[in-house]
């Protein structure tokens, strides 16, 4: 829902969405490979119904799961720091979706702007950017609940 909105603010028509499972920004342990084979048969076949939507000329907009306002996650942000192998290149900042990197002093991270994507983390060509291992220990203790079985994409048209 929140992605819906964002769209239209940019003056886009939302008329399908698709909930493609990936493998988890924070915990990788959790969808590790997905997408996967199986997934992208899936999604072919999405973009088929997708396409035969706008084929017969339909435009209305799916029915999405969600909430207004936006439910927020709740407990300690899991916000990447750099470590002393920290160089302060700037890549991380650079490639930042939300900017929330400061561009002169990478240690300075907004983190009220920082959605933990882990981006920086992944992006570090050498490595100095971490997550408290408390905190990503524990948030992987909590996704395990609900994150260990196989889930299926979804499509709303």
């Keep these: ?3 819906r909105d964002t769209a239209e603010r ?11 499972i990936a493998e988890h920004s924070i ?3 959790f969808a590790a490979g997905r ?3 199986q997934d992208a048969q899936q999604l072919t076949g999405f973009a ?7 084929a017969v000329g339909d435009d209305t907009p799916p029915s999405l799961p969600g ?21 302060n290149c700037g890549i991380c900042a650079a490639k930042c979706p939300t900017q929330a990197i400061d561009t002169q002093n990478s ?14 983390v992944s992006l570090c060509p050498h490595a100095a950017r971490k997550v408290n291992r408390v905190l990503l220990s524990a948030a992987g ?14 499509l709303f048209l």
């Design 48 to 54: 088929k119904q997708i396409g035969e939507k706008i």
């Design 107 to 120: 240690a300075k991270v907004d983190s009220k702007a920082c959605i933990s994507c882990m981006r920086c």
């Design 67 to 87: 909430n207004r306002p936006y439910k927020k996650a709740g407990g300690a942000a899991l916000i990447p720091k750099p470590t002393k192998d920290c160089v």
């Design 1 to 3: 829902m929140e992605l």
């Design 141 to 154: 203790l909590a996704l395990k609940k609900v994150c260990s079985d196989r889930k299926a994409c979804e």
């Design 35 to 37: 997408p996967d084979a």
């Design 10 to 20: 940019a003056g886009f028509r939302v008329i399908a969405a698709v909930a493609a």
């Design 27 to 29: 915990a990788r342990q």
